[in-house]
Each structure stands twice: as C-alpha cells, then as structure tokens.
C-alpha cells in the first residue's frame, strides 16, 4: 500500500493517505517509513472486518467508526491526513537512519537451561526444542561447503535495518533445527529465498527439491512424503522457518499479523519429487525450468489454498476434470497439482496426457470460473502458471490441488543447489 501511495504522489502528485488495519499500523509508521518507504505517507486505521460486509456498514465505518490512529472520526481523520502540514520527522529528507549496532556473535556462558529459554524470550526459535548452536557446531556445519562464513547470501530490509544473509548464520539456524552438515548445501540454497511469504492472510510455503541430491541427503519422495516422517524433508523445511524468524525479523504482531496464520509454517511442505516414478516424457519440474536432469536444484513457491482429494482416481472417470472442479476454488491465478505416481500413470495411460505440459494446457483450456459480482466466466489459468508435480509411494491415487506459485517470475523460484557444495 505505502508503495502504491508513494507512487501516486511523487509520480503524479495526487495527494494519497493510506489505510490501513490496526495491526499494522506500528509497522508502516515506524519500520516501513524510516527503513524502506523513505516517503511521508499517512495513514488512518479503519474497523475490521472490510472485505464482504454490505454497504451500511462501510457507511458506518467511515462516519461513525474512529481511527486508531488519531483517536478522531473517520472522515476528520482522513481529511486531516491530507491538509495539516507536514511535520519535521514528515519533512526529513536525508539518508535512512544507520541501523542499531548488530549484537555479538557470541553469548555469554550460561546453563543450558538459561540459554534455551533466552532464544524463546528473543523469539529465536519456533517454540519446537533446538539444538543450541555452539561455535563447534557451527564449525562442523560449515565444513560441508566451500564458501566461506561471512559470504553475503543476499541483504535484507530487516526490522532496524538491512541485514544480511551470511553462510554463517545460516549455518547457524541448520544445527538450531537438527540438521546434519550433508543437508546445508541445500539450506544455503533456500537461504535465497528467506524470509518466507508474510502477509495479513494465511500464507503458505512450499519447498521441492529435484536432481541427485535428494538421494544422497536421504529424502523421502515416497510413502508418506507429505508427513513427518523423514528427517531430511522434516528438518530441511524447520531450517525455513528458524531463518525467517532470526534473519528475516519475521516476529507475531511487530512484522507478521496475520489473524490465523498456517501450521504449513512449520515445516513448509518440504518435499521431493519421485523422479523415478514419472511416466515416460513426463519432465521432472526442474527440467521443465531449465536445469539439466542431474542437476540438484531447489524450488520455492508461496502461496493459500490446499486442497486435498477426498475420493480416489479410477479410470471410468476422467481424473482431471475433478481436479479441475477443486482448481476453481484457488484464486491467485496459479496452481500447482502435486500427485502420487498412480495419478500420473492413469492420465497417461488411459487419458491420453503425453506430457506434463499437455496437462496444464488442459487445465488453461477447460478450468472455467464464475467471476464475482460481474457472473461472467473466465479461465483463470495459462498453461504456464499450472504446475505439475508427482511424488508419493503408489500406493493410492491421490492427489493435492494447491495455489504454490512454482516457478521464475512469481514469489518463489529456483536455485542450483550444487553451487552451494
């Protein structure tokens, strides 16, 4: 939104305020202003609920309801934002305030006792029990990579300041989550993406990876792939979070407010794909990205909706025009299909799909919905923004029709993990 709002006035010079939920509001008046935004945008906060209420009560919002911010009613507010001058702070124009001073690397000896609880005061942790990251076990960690420790991953606009992503606070946050040092060239990959997507809404991540790799960590893209029962996609997915929270400054109410949150946090859909089981010219998703079959290569998406299916595929009935059905329901343009091997072997075999690509067109093709209020239809898909990925033990034919944004260009992507051995 402040982005938006500076836009409109420095581009075009139409004065904006923007508005805002209560539970943001600290974050765009401080951290937001002083840190990224750099413009003076104000700001009111109205009541919520906003989305689905009728027009009475959007009526009453704004000529009764009172903004948290000034503590005056609605439209005073608003029409105060943009005429009372621009105070001094509004006013400055030099640089971003230098950041508070990072704290030690080290910290003090204590009891074991002491120290977890001091990383679950300073919200270090995800409340889970970690392994303390003591400078041996950081060192071990680090042997399994050739960069170096204070190798800057990327920098970050963090809560006081930027903030960097560096091999060894990375390594840091791999012992924290139980990690063996063969798993940290795959989390120095995902540290390319960290934090993880953060919004007012219920956010998800998803984590794949492709190529030789997923053998020699020991990754399960078989039985139970979706549930807790594999060390590596178990931890690997943990390490996400514990690095968007420490590095990424990803903190309830001062960074993040959502009001339900995911549990999907905690381990982030951290998954292999079953490259074994693809029928024949069905392209694992990093080929279809551009990588070479031994390549091992991580992929992030992000996204809301997850749907499992409750009835199993037989073959009398065309298998993905179900999936079509619980593909309507998403609506951020995007899907990605996750299926077990049967699902694969049955759309090929006895439905005639060659390739995976020819199943997303399909998908474009066919996937009509309603668009609300207008009732006309659309096709919310391109094939491009259909994913498709199959793992699983072949045990039944099931599948998850989810809205992760696979792919380059959307909130997510790919990163070689060799680069990072």
Not at 292 to 313: F, Q
Request: aromatic fraction near 10%; proline fraction near 7%.
């Amino acid at each position: 939104m402040s982005r938006n709002c500076k836009t409109l006035e420095q581009n075009y010079n139409i004065p904006t305020v923007g508005g805002a939920a209560s539970n943001i509001i600290n974050y765009a008046l401080n951290h937001d202003f002083k840190y990224t935004n750099g413009s003076p945008i104000r700001y009111i906060s109205f009541p919520f609920p906003v989305a689905g209420q009728p027009q009475r009560v959007h009526h009453k919002y704004i000529f009764e309801g009172r903004d948290v911010v000034s503590g005056k009613s609605m439209m005073q507010a608003f029409i105060d934002a943009l005429t009372v001058p621009l105070t001094d702070r509004e006013k400055y124009k030099g640089p971003a305030p230098e950041p508070p001073p990072e704290e030690s690397r080290f910290l003090g000896p204590d009891t074991e006792e002491k120290l977890r609880r001091l990383f679950k005061e300073r919200d270090w942790t995800d409340y889970l029990p970690i392994v303390l990251p003591t400078e041996e076990r950081v060192a071990d960690m680090l042997k399994a990579t050739s960069h170096d420790r204070n190798e800057v991953i990327k920098t970050l606009d963090w809560p006081g300041g930027k903030r960097e992503v560096t091999v060894e606070r990375v390594a840091t946050c791999a012992v924290m989550a139980g990690a063996k040092p063969e798993y940290l060239p795959v989390i120095l990959a995902l540290a390319n993406h960290v934090p993880f997507g953060n919004s007012t809404s219920s956010m998800a991540n998803m984590i794949l990876v492709n190529g030789p790799i997923r053998d020699e960590i020991g990754m399960n893209y078989g039985t139970n792939v979706m549930g807790p029962y594999n060390e590596a996609n178990s931890v690997i997915g943990r390490t996400y979070t514990l690095m968007s929270k420490t590095i990424g400054g990803l903190h309830s109410e001062k960074t993040t407010w959502s009001s339900l949150g995911s549990t999907m946090q905690y381990n982030n859909v951290c998954i292999a794909e079953n490259e074994e089981a693809l029928p024949e010219e069905w392209e694992p998703f990093h080929v279809q990205m551009g990588y070479k079959p031994d390549d091992s290569v991580l992929s992030v998406g992000i996204g809301w909706s997850y749907i499992s299916s409750v009835v199993m595929a037989v073959r009398d009935h065309p298998v993905q025009m179900i999936m079509g059905d619980y593909m309507k329901a998403l609506t951020m343009g995007s899907a990605t299909v996750i299926m077990d091997p049967t699902v694969a072997e049955l759309l090929k075999d006895s439905l005639g799909f060659k390739t995976k690509d020819q199943l997303s067109k399909w998908f474009a093709d066919n996937v009509e919905k309603v668009q609300y209020p207008s009732g006309e239809k659309i096709k919310p898909f391109n094939q491009s923004s259909v994913k498709i990925i199959v793992t699983g033990g072949g045990v039944q034919t099931t599948w998850f029709v989810t809205d992760f944004m696979l792919g380059p260009g959307m909130l997510g992507g790919s990163t070689l993990i060799d680069d990072w051995r």
